[in-house]
């Protein structure tokens, strides 16, 4: 049973235009959330997370948004550039600290200049 | 520079063929983590630990076993690897829990044949 969920495998979008990536998720015990990038060959590398007490989270063109009543997460991506495009992996965690961390399957974002 | 090292990158060997992934950090990391990367799976994690001597399961920890002996090693151990392994691993590291930011390693891409 998926408990991290992101429906979408791959999205393309305009350079410039706004990028928009969802994560849905089954356990209603998950309180912490993060994204994920990921380029071919490299390792994933942090890119923002949200807690539950928040609904919002920014940091600079990166805005996450949770909304716990629906158990979904988005995240934003405003202007969307070219060294964007990766595949992006939403991850969640009912603590902050030793417990494990739950990923979704990811979705491919390319950026189309 | 501050690093998560996996060694080695590639390995092809034959089933029942004991092996170890070694994964260092040079940050003095609390928390330490192996995931596997399968594709239409996502990530997924097979164990972490949280301090010399401690570890737990994580969502796919059969046919692996781990060790924390020291703070900056956390080893990956496939005592009779099975085809059903062949994939990408990757060890990482953060400063005390899943909600920090978790280093990467760039990979370790194992085929059981």
């Known amino acids: 049973d998926q408990q991290v969920k992101q429906n979408s495998p791959s999205l393309s979008v305009q350079e410039g235009r706004i990028s928009i990536l969802n994560c849905d998720y089954t356990n209603s015990m998950f309180d912490y959330f993060l994204w994920y990038k990921k380029y071919p060959a490299e390792g994933p590398t942090f890119l923002i997370s949200i807690s539950s007490i928040k609904d919002k989270n920014e940091d600079g063109r990166f805005t996450v948004f949770l909304n716990k009543s629906a158990k979904h997460l988005s995240l934003h991506i405003v202007p969307s550039q070219p060294g964007d495009s990766a595949v992006y992996f939403c991850a969640a965690s009912v603590d902050s600290g030793n417990t494990p961390l739950v990923f979704g399957k990811g979705t491919r974002l390319s950026v189309i200049a | 520079e501050a690093q998560v090292t996996q060694n080695p990158r590639y390995l092809i060997t034959v089933t029942g063929k004991k092996l170890t992934v070694t994964c260092s950090q040079n940050m003095n990391h609390e928390y330490m983590s192996w995931y596997r990367q399968d594709p239409g799976l996502g990530l997924r994690q097979i164990y972490y630990?949280?301090?010399?001597?401690?570890?737990d399961k994580g969502d796919v920890p059969e046919g692996y076993k781990v060790s924390r002996k020291e703070k900056r090693n956390f080893p990956l151990i496939l005592e009779s690897p099975s085809p059903n392994q062949t994939s990408l691993y990757f060890c990482a590291s953060s400063w005390s829990g899943v909600y920090q930011p978790q280093h990467f390693g760039d990979g370790t891409r194992l085929s059981i044949l």
């Open positions: 630990s949280m301090n010399v001597e401690v570890t």
